[in-house]
Nanobody, 121 residues
C-alpha cells in the first residue's frame, strides 16, 4: 500500500486547511486510515482515524469539534478538514493505513511521507 498525502501549508490561527491522502496498491475492505502528527521534539501522536467499512470515526481530544475525518471509498482517499486551527496544531501530519483498529502508531502498517502544517499566531 502506498500513501500520498498533500494539503499542508501555512495558515493563521483560526484558519482552516484540508489534508488529503490517497491510497494505492493492495487495499482491503476492512481497514482503517488515520492521521497522526509530530511536532519538533515530540512523539508522534494520534489525531483521527476512520474505519473504512463502517465509516466510524475517532478523534483525539485535542482536535474534537475542530477536525473532521472523511473518506471517499471510490477513490481510496481520506481527508482531514481542520478548522479553528491553533499554533499548537503545528506539526508534520502523516496519514497511515492499518488492517485492524487502533489509535497507536504501532496499529498502522503503512505511512505516507508527511505534510507540514504551520499555524501562525
Amino acid at each position: 500500500v502506498q500513501l500520498q498525502a498533500c494539503g499542508g501549508g501555512l495558515v493563521q490561527a483560526g484558519g482552516s486547511l484540508r489534508l488529503s491522502c490517497a491510497a494505492s496498491g493492495r487495499t482491503f475492505t476492512n481497514y482503517i486510515m488515520g492521521w497522526f502528527r509530530q511536532a519538533p521534539g515530540k512523539e508522534r501522536e494520534f489525531v483521527a482515524t476512520i474505519t473504512w467499512n463502517l465509516g466510524t470515526t475517532y478523534y483525539a481530544d485535542a482536535v474534537k469539534g475542530r477536525f473532521t475525518i472523511t473518506g471517499d471509498q471510490a477513490k481510496n482517499t481520506v481527508f482531514l478538514q481542520m478548522n479553528s486551527l491553533k499554533p499548537e496544531d503545528t506539526a508534520v501530519y502523516y496519514c497511515a493505513w492499518g488492517a485492524g483498529l487502533g489509535t497507536a502508531p504501532a496499529d498502522y502498517k503503512y505511512w505516507g511521507q508527511g505534510t507540514q502544517v504551520t499555524v501562525s499566531s
